[in-house]
C-alpha cells in the first residue's frame, strides 16, 4: 500500500472516530472537502501545510498520520531513502520525507523537502514553530508581507502562525531540512 494511501486511511479512521463528516473537518481545519476527500481517497499526497491543518483539527500530532511503525531509538534515515522518496510529490509540486518516521514520542516533526526548478509557493499557517536549513540551491520564504531568499547553509526559525511558504527560486531545484514543533 501506498503511503499517500495510508495517511488517508489515517486521517478518514480519526474522522469517523470522533463522529465528523467531511464539511466538519473541512470547518475545523480550513481545508476544502474536495482535497480532504482526494487526501482520504489516497489520490493526492497532501502538502505539510494541509496535513498540518487536519492533523490539529483532528486533535493529533502531525507524525500520526505519517508513521508506519514503532522503531526504537536512534532513528537513522539513510541518504539512499532520501534518494529514493524524490518521485513522491505533493500536490503542491514538491516532495517531503520524514526523517522521524516509527518514532511515536516526538515532539518535532523534521523533515527533508525537495522543491522543483522555480516551483509555486501557497501560504499556511498553524500552531508552533518551524526551523528552515537549506542545503542546497535557492529558497524563497515568504513570511507575513516579506521575502527573503535562502542560499546553502542558511537558516530561518519563525512563529508558524504567521503565514508562511517556501519555493525554490534562481532557475534551479533547492533542497532543505525543515523541522517542525506544534505544541499540544
Request: net charge negative.
Amino acid at each position: 500500500m501506498a503511503n499517500e494511501e495510508k495517511v488517508g486511511m489515517r486521517i478518514k479512521a480519526f474522522r469517523d472516530k470522533l463522529n465528523m463528516t467531511l464539511s466538519d473537518l473541512s470547518l475545523k481545519s480550513g481545508v476544502s472537502v474536495d482535497v480532504i476527500a482526494a487526501v482520504e481517497d489516497g489520490e493526492v499526497v497532501p502538502a505539510l501545510g494541509v496535513l498540518t491543518k487536519l492533523s490539529r483539527a483532528l486533535g493529533q500530532r502531525l507524525g500520526t498520520f505519517m508513521d508506519d511503525q514503532f522503531k526504537p531509538d536512534p532513528i537513522v534515515t539513510r541518504a539512499a531513502d532520501l534518494a529514493a522518496d524524490k518521485g513522491k510529490v505533493n500536490a503542491l509540486g514538491y516532495s517531503s520525507h520524514s526523517l522521524a518516521l516509527g518514532k511515536p514520542d516526538r515532539h518535532m516533526d523534521p523533515f527533508r523537502i525537495e522543491f522543483p526548478a522555480d516551483g509555486t509557493s501557497a501560504l499556511s499557517s498553524h500552531e508552533g514553530e518551524e526551523l528552515i536549513i537549506c542545503i542546497a540551491g535557492e529558497v524563497e520564504l515568504t513570511y507575513g508581507g516579506e521575502t527573503t531568499v535562502l542560499k546553502a547553509g542558511d537558516t530561518a526559525y519563525y512563529n508558524s502562525v504567521v503565514k508562511h511558504g517556501l519555493k525554490a527560486v534562481g532557475g534551479q531545484p533547492a533542497s532543505i531540512y525543515g523541522i517542525v514543533f506544534m505544541p499540544f
